[in-house]
């Protein structure tokens, strides 16, 4: 009964590769989310999604998009991953202009 | 630019104590100001939230204050609880503008037995 789940908890790769993580939310709500907390727990907003339309940060670099398959999935594909990338990164879901429901994250490691 | 910001980094409160955290933004266009807690390995969890048509919420032990014309808003935790030792973020956005949230930088907080 997860409200929201993500998969999978930990993610660990290498330089140059492509990698995705998966999201779902069984509240539905019609908004979902992406962030990013670093090692310093700063936590930073990357993508709003709602089935019309797409808010990105403007510092998310162009190697992040989040694909959405229906409404209770957001998944963030990360294309030719760097060090720097290394965080967890955290879905959240909520109804529009109500409280964001977090995942429990997952924790990607780039080598 | 940080657009939220956030004291003190750390926070010991002996326990029963109460706990203050601040924090200050810069847009005032901002209409929806949470707090989250979040423990070590999970991911953030709605505490309380406050909308500047109010100058105080209480929830339980949990109370936001907010001061529209100062730009501030405080969490305070009575009677802090071990139990409540965590990282505290405050958080803010505007809804027309996806409703995505700008978080403070975090206070860990240590509620000593």
């Known amino acids: 009964d997860t409200a929201v789940s993500q998969t999978p908890k930990y993610l660990v790769t290498q330089m140059g590769n492509d990698k995705s993580i998966k999201c779902e939310q069984n509240?539905?709500?019609?908004?979902m989310y992406w962030y990013k907390q670093d090692s310093k727990k700063f936590l930073k907003i990357m993508f709003s999604?709602?089935?019309?339309?797409?808010?990105i940060n403007e510092t998310v670099p162009n190697r992040f998009s989040p694909k959405s398959p229906d409404k209770a999935h957001l998944n963030l594909h990360i294309n030719s991953l760097e060090l720097g990338d290394s965080a967890v990164y955290f879905c959240?879901?909520?109804?529009?202009?109500?409280?964001?429901?977090f995942g429990p994250g997952t924790r990607l490691t780039v080598t | 630019q940080q657009q939220v910001k956030q004291s003190p980094q750390s926070l010991i409160v002996q326990k029963g104590g109460i706990s203050i955290i601040n924090c200050a933004y810069e847009?005032?266009?901002?209409?929806?100001f949470p707090w989250y807690q979040q423990f070590p390995g999970k991911g953030p969890a709605l505490l309380i939230a406050?909308?500047?048509?109010?100058s105080e919420k209480k929830e339980g032990r949990f109370t936001i204050s907010f001061n529209k014309s100062a730009k501030q808003f405080s969490l305070h935790i009575m009677d802090s609880q071990p139990g409540d030792s965590a990282t505290y973020f405050c958080?803010?956005?505007?809804?027309?503008?996806?409703?995505?949230?700008?978080f403070g930088g975090g206070t860990r907080l240590m509620v000593k037995p």
């Open positions: 959240a879901s909520s109804r529009r202009g109500a409280e964001q429901y």
């Open positions: 509240l539905g709500h019609d908004t």
């Open positions: 847009n005032t266009a901002f209409d929806y």
């Open positions: 999604y709602n089935n019309k339309e797409l808010i």
């Open positions: 406050i909308r500047p048509d109010v």
């Open positions: 958080a803010a956005s505007r809804d027309n503008a996806g409703n995505m949230l700008t």
